[in-house]
C-alpha cells in the first residue's frame, strides 16, 4: 500500500468518518475518528486532498485542514450521492465523498470565510424572526376572526388589532381572552424590535462593504439583498457567466429535452433559496413600479409584461438582475440606466 492521497471525510456531531486511498485507489484508511482527535489525526498525515460535503459546519472544518496544509474540496451531497454502493452509513457515504472528490467533473463549493458566515447569520436569524412574527400576525387574526373582529391585510391592518387589544374599554374582547391576547401582542412587537436591530446590523455590515453598495445601485436591490448576494457568494469568478450564476440560484427553466427537441417547463427552484425568494421579491417590486409609472426606463420590461403574466415576467426579470450583479463584481463595473433613458 502506498501514502494517502485522498481522504473522503464524513463529517457528524461527535464522531466522524475518514475513508482514504493511495495513488492505485487502493484503500489505505477506513477509520472513525472523535471530534476531539480530528485534526490531529490529519496532523499525522501527510498533504493530501480532502473531500467534505458541504454543509454550515463543513466551512470551519475546511478552513481548520487548509490549516493544516491540506488541500481541502467542499461538494453538494446531491452530487455525491451518485457515487453512494449499497446501503447508506458513514462508512459508505465516506468512500462516496472520496470517490466524487477525485471526479474531474465534479463541482465544489468554495469555503466561506468567518465573515461570510457572520453576513449569513444575521440574514438567517432575521428571516426566523419575520416567520415568526408572520405566525404571531396570523395567530392574533384567527383569534379576533372568532370574535368578529377582522380588519385589512397587511401590517397596518395588524397594528389596527393590536390597538384593540390594548384598548380596556373595547367591550368586543372579552376580559377573559384579553390576556392572552395581550401576550401575543407583545411578543409581536417585540419581535418587531429585535429585527429593527438586526436590520440596523445588516445596514452598517452593508455601509462597510463596497461590493455590496455597488450592487444596490441596480433596480429591486437593496441592502438586504445585496449583503445576501455578497455573503452567499464568496467567490464570483467561479461562475463562467451571469447566466451559470443564475442557473446556480434556480432562477432558470427546467429541460426536458430529447432526441434534439427542446422542451422546457418552470423554474428550476434548484440552488439558493433565500436569494432567489429575494431576487423575485425585488423583482416584483420594480414592476409595481413600472405599473404605477410606466416603462419608458425599461421598455424590455414593458414589452415582456404585455406578453406574460406578471409572476413570469418577475421571474425573468430577477434572471436578469443576477446576471447584472454578477457582471458589475467581476468587471468592477457600476449599474448604468439603458439608453432610452439618457436619450429621453
Not at 384567527?142 to 389596527?160: N, P
Request: glycine share 8%.
Amino acid at each position: 500500500m502506498g501514502e494517502v492521497i485522498t481522504i473522503g471525510l464524513d463529517i457528524a456531531k461527535s464522531v466522524f468518518q475518514a475513508h482514504g486511498v493511495d495513488e492505485a485507489g487502493a484503500v489505505v484508511i477506513r477509520k472513525r475518528v472523535s471530534r476531539a482527535k480530528l485534526l490531529e489525526f490529519f496532523a499525522k498525515l501527510q498533504p493530501c486532498l480532502v473531500g467534505i460535503e458541504a454543509c454550515p459546519a463543513a466551512h470551519h472544518w475546511g478552513r481548520e485542514l487548509q490549516a493544516l496544509g491540506r488541500t481541502v474540496k467542499l461538494m453538494p451531497p446531491s452530487y455525491v450521492k451518485a457515487y453512494l454502493k449499497r446501503s447508506k452509513n458513514d462508512a459508505n457515504d465516506a468512500a462516496a465523498i472520496c470517490e466524487a472528490a477525485t471526479r474531474p467533473s465534479m463541482r465544489f463549493v468554495p469555503i466561506e470565510t468567518k465573515e461570510q458566515q457572520a453576513a449569513l447569520m444575521l440574514h438567517r436569524a432575521r428571516q426566523l424572526l419575520v416567520r415568526q412574527r408572520t405566525m404571531l400576525s396570523n395567530s392574533i387574526r384567527g383569534h379576533l376572526a372568532e370574535l368578529g373582529i377582522v380588519s385589512a391585510k397587511g401590517r397596518k391592518g395588524t397594528g389596527a388589532l393590536l390597538e384593540i387589544i390594548a384598548d380596556a374599554e373595547d367591550g368586543r374582547v372579552p376580559q377573559a381572552a384579553r390576556g392572552i391576547l395581550d401576550v401575543l401582542a407583545r411578543q409581536y412587537s417585540a419581535l418587531g424590535a429585535e429585527i429593527g436591530s438586526i436590520d440596523r446590523s445588516i445596514a452598517a455590515w452593508h455601509r462597510s462593504c463596497e461590493a455590496s453598495r455597488r450592487l444596490e445601485e441596480i433596480p429591486g436591490i437593496g441592502p438586504i439583498v445585496a449583503t445576501a448576494l455578497v455573503a452567499e457568494i464568496g467567490d464570483w469568478k467561479a461562475f463562467g457567466s451571469g447566466r451559470n450564476l443564475a442557473a446556480w440560484i434556480g432562477l432558470v427553466p427546467k429541460q426536458q429535452s430529447s432526441g434534439g427537441k427542446d422542451k422546457l417547463g418552470s423554474i428550476t427552484k434548484q440552488g439558493n433559496r433565500y436569494l432567489r425568494w429575494l431576487l423575485v421579491a425585488g423583482a416584483m417590486a420594480v414592476i409595481r413600479y413600472a405599473q404605477k409609472h410606466g416603462t419608458l426606463k425599461r421598455p424590455w420590461l414593458g414589452r415582456l409584461m404585455e406578453r406574460r403574466p406578471t409572476k413570469l415576467a418577475a421571474v425573468a426579470l430577477a434572471n436578469k438582475m443576477a446576471r447584472m450583479a454578477w457582471a458589475i463584481i467581476v468587471h468592477g463595473d457600476r449599474y448604468r440606466e439603458p439608453k432610452p433613458l439618457l436619450a429621453a
